[in-house]
């Protein structure tokens, strides 16, 4: 109210949001009665502007819905995520170059500093990578990477309190949003892992398909009846292959084909499980269905581990493919170009993919997981001979007699691997009988 010549004037001031959303869209503005001299209409247009200001404050803070409300929500959980199973060294990287992007825009042109850490040079390649990006954007594609990441992680705090069916394998029906990789797979220093999104995080030099070897062969241990049991309590939308996606390249472009089709073959394979499952519960008797859904799902059995092992030999192919070639690259032009040196190769890539194939022959393993580590023999000699020279003779030495191992046993990984790997799917079919007549004698 204002007083003008001991006249009361009255100024309404109504704000009109057009799109009923958190943001003032439009504003209109009534007065009951004209203003009649300049310090009115001076105080009113300055009373509006503070209005306007504050309800719009409020109305933005209240919602939450703004991007860097979310983002910034989104930040302070990942820094308190512990997550299941160890993200992968692309998968931090990408995090990181995400926030980096949302929050400083695009990175700097100078070249990282000669004595730079690789981790180092890799976070500023990756922040590089986002170049053109803007911060809304950047902002965006950080919370959608990082629910993908939750989803395919895991969380430590959620699923300590609850286990699996059978075989260490986790609910699908009760865990909709996690992956379906077993919770007793060795996972090496899972509680120490942190995703704070500042410069100073360490990041893990280990391929992301090395890093998921583990599970697979953790899944591939998975028992008959746990097998079973586990189909029993998921639905045909929520089954485990269903929710995986290719750990060697990203799965949109054609160097994921291979384990796309892996992929796509054992999805629609537990698709068939599932759908027998179903209609067993609802339509066996009237159909009159002549024997249980249990005894196709139990010749159906050998041929998922066997597209599990296939998956984990795959993976090792697709390793000592990337190794080579980027082996061949810092050789030929030098490791200032390709921001990556032998050393780091050899130790960050090579030998963990030595490493990791020695395991598969361990006594725990399943007998299906021992005769992929048999087959990939040959690798561990490859690269402790390449190992030997390196550290005899340098390591440029050693860069050449890997390379060149590879190459002259190419037929080997691209022809020998793929032939068993098709063979051992045969194999596993015509095996198949032998565990349904079990499962039919109740056995």
């Excluded at 969380?155 to 996690?178: C, F, Q, V």
């Excluded at 998922?304 to 082996?327: D, E, K, P, Q």
Aim: with cysteine; hydrophobic share 40%.
């Amino acid at each position: 109210d204002f007083h003008q010549r001991g006249t009361k004037r009255r100024c309404v001031f109504e704000y009109v949001d057009t799109q009923g959303s958190s943001h003032l869209d439009g504003v209109r503005v009534r007065l009951t009665t004209r203003p009649r001299n300049k310090r009115l209409d001076l105080l009113q247009r300055w009373s509006f502007f503070f209005s306007l200001r504050k309800s719009k404050r409020l109305i933005m803070s209240s919602s939450g819905t703004t991007p860097g409300a979310a983002f910034r929500a989104k930040a302070v959980m990942m820094k308190s995520w512990r997550p299941e199973t160890t993200p992968s060294n692309r998968d931090r990287l990408e995090l990181y170059a995400l926030h980096k992007q949302a929050v400083s825009g695009d990175a700097p042109n100078k070249k990282p500093a000669t004595d730079a850490s690789v981790a180092e040079k890799a976070k500023m390649n990756a922040w590089r990578t986002k170049r053109g990006l803007s911060q809304v954007e950047a902002m965006s594609r950080y919370i959608t990477e990082c629910d993908r990441q939750i989803r395919v992680y895991g969380n430590k705090s959620a699923s300590s309190a609850e286990t699996a069916a059978g075989g260490g394998m986790r609910s699908s029906s009760s865990l909709p949003n996690t992956p379906g990789t077993p919770t007793n797979t060795p996972a090496a220093n899972n509680g120490s892992s942190s995703n704070a999104d500042d410069e100073n995080e360490t990041i893990l030099l280990t391929p992301r398909g090395l890093a998921a070897v583990p599970l697979l062969c953790a899944a591939a241990s998975e028992s008959r009846t746990s097998y079973i049991t586990r189909l029993r309590s998921t639905t045909n939308e929520n089954g485990w292959w269903a929710r995986q996606e290719p750990l060697c390249a990203d799965p949109n472009t054609p160097f994921a084909t291979p384990e796309n089709l892996v992929i796509a073959l054992a999805s629609k394979i537990e698709s068939f499980s599932l759908s027998l499952l179903q209609g067993g519960r609802n339509h066996s008797a009237a159909a009159g269905a002549v024997v249980a859904p249990s005894v196709l799902q139990s010749y159906l059995w050998p041929t998922h581990n066997a597209l599990l092992v296939i998956w984990i030999v795959l993976i090792f192919i697709c390793t000592i493919i990337g190794s080579t070639l980027l082996t061949i690259r810092t050789i030929l032009v030098g490791s200032k170009r390709t921001n990556v040196r032998l050393e780091s190769i050899f130790q960050d890539e090579i030998k963990p993919c030595a490493k990791v194939a020695s395991s598969l022959c361990d006594a725990h393993q399943n007998i299906s997981v021992r005769l992929a580590g048999l087959a990939l023999m040959p690798l561990v000699t490859l690269i402790d001979v390449s190992s030997s020279m390196l550290d005899s003779a340098g390591v440029l030495v050693g860069g050449g007699v890997y390379v060149m191992a590879v190459l002259v046993s190419w037929w080997y990984w691209i022809c020998v691997l793929p032939w068993v790997a098709c063979w051992s799917v045969g194999f596993s079919l015509m095996i198949g009988w032998c565990f349904a007549l079990i499962d039919l004698a109740g056995v």
